[in-house]
Nanobody
Framework: QVQLVESGGGLVQAGDSLRLSCGAS????????MGWFRQAPGKEREFVAG????????YYADSVKGRFTISRDNAKNTVYLQMDSLKPEDTAVYYC????????????????????WGQGTRVTVSS
């Protein structure tokens, strides 16, 4: 399994931007579909964005479409989440998830206890 470490979270104001990174250790990073998820206080973890193994295809939750951009650099074993026009409702702990030989459909449905997960990075958006 791949080990994941997220970074880049912080406290920002509404309308600001943040870029999250998720570094992976282990072999065959390009064999993993990757996704970003978030969990707000008192809520279940939800899918935010996914990227295919090659990086050629992406998929977003409706709540972030047009504001967030997911990308990956397989040479650097890293996946990114560029978050623009942040809103207070984007406040959450953001997690990186990986699924070996997954697809966009399966990474969007990845649940805790399956695949690989990082420890999360907190994003707080003030109004």
């Amino acid at each position: 399994q791949v080990q994941l470490v997220e970074s880049g979270g912080g406290l920002v104001q509404a309308g600001d931007s943040l870029r999250l990174s998720c570094g992976a250790s282990g072999r065959s990073f390009s064999s993993y579909a990757m996704g970003w998820f978030r969990q707000a206080p008192g809520k279940e973890r939800e899918f935010v964005a996914g990227v295919s193994r090659s990086g050629g295809s992406t998929y977003y939750a409706d709540s972030v479409k047009g504001r967030f951009t997911i990308s990956r650099d397989n040479a650097k074993n890293t996946v990114y989440l560029q978050m623009d026009s942040l809103k207070p409702e984007d406040t959450a702990v953001y997690y990186c998830g990986a699924q070996l030989e997954g697809s966009l459909a399966t990474i969007a449905a990845l649940a805790p206890g399956f695949g690989s997960w990082g420890q999360g990075t907190r994003v707080t958006v003030s109004s």
